[in-house]
């Protein structure tokens, strides 16, 4: 998902797809799905998509940041180890 952001942003936020869901939301779909599990290694991984994500898709993820920071803050209060958590912090500041 990382590479298509970085290769064809423009093209992925076009995109509308059942229900008329666009790109981005269906990519927040996917990292909230991911940021739900239980295992925070996935959470680990995923701080390169959203940072890819913000880049480069500018203000068309203004509607579905509000739910980003929803899933991002639930994932935190939900973290068991310090080194997930460290993680987040360095991702947030950059």
Partial sequence: MTAIIRKDCPQLLAWKGENNVSGAEAVLRIIARILRNEDEAGGLVIGDLII??????????VPVLPDLLRAMLSCITKAKTATFLQVWIAFTST
């Avoid at 890819?52 to 993820?61: E, F, Q, T, W, Y």
């Fill in 52 to 61: 890819s994500l913000l880049r480069r898709a500018g203000d068309s993820v």
